[in-house]
């Protein structure tokens, strides 16, 4: 299996939870790669339009896939990120070929505006996506109906750096049983 993980709109790969997922999943057995959005590659700070993030998004990840090559052709790719980055991973998982998406802090809503949900954008993979979000989480938690499975992280809020080797956990079991 490969796990491709991006960052949130205003963070990078080195975020806490990222790097505890990559920990976890690699003594796991999982190959991972962390992935700096073109966004941020280009210089900007904000993620623009999402059509254009999202096709910016299925071209890296091809390439990427190509350069893996030969070595990992045939293992099913999953991908995820955090924030702004879930939700990316959301939205091209059937265009990448995904078999899976881990969204961690999905961002529900933007803050304070519980009537703005995106929850159409877990629905829409098309392929399971295991949610990793904190109770605390200004941009709301989704509903289980929405995601397969959810998992809500007591006194956790959007950053999930209270417990990340929790995160990094919840994550490789998933991995794992999708693997057995």
Do not use: I
């Not at 299996?1 to 003594?27: K, N, Y």
């Not at 210089?43 to 254009?52: K, T």
């Not at 289980?144 to 007591?154: H, K, N, Q, S, T």
Request: charged share 25%; glycine share 14%.
């Amino acid at each position: 299996m490969v796990l491709v993980l991006t960052h949130g709109s205003a963070g990078g790969v080195d975020a806490p939870d990222l790097l505890a997922v990559r920990d976890a999943a690699l003594d796991a057995g999982v190959t991972v790669a962390r992935v700096t959005q073109p966004f941020r590659l280009a210089g900007r700070r904000a993620p623009g339009a999402a059509a254009r993030q999202d096709e910016a998004w299925v071209l890296m990840v091809g390439r990427l896939m190509r350069k893996l090559g030969a070595r990992y052709a045939g293992l099913p790719l999953v991908q995820g990120g955090r924030s702004n980055g879930a939700r990316v991973a959301c939205r091209t998982a059937g265009a990448v070929g995904a078999a899976g998406v881990v969204a961690l802090a999905f961002p529900l809503h933007p803050p304070g505006r519980p009537e703005r949900s995106r929850a159409d954008e877990l629905r829409g993979a098309g392929v399971d996506v295991l949610v990793v979000n904190g109770d605390r989480d200004p941009f709301g938690v989704p509903d289980e109906a929405d995601a397969a499975p959810l998992v809500v992280l007591p006194g956790e809020g959007h950053d999930l750096k209270k417990n990340p080797a929790r995160v990094g956990e919840v994550v490789a079991e998933w991995l794992l049983g999708r693997m057995a």
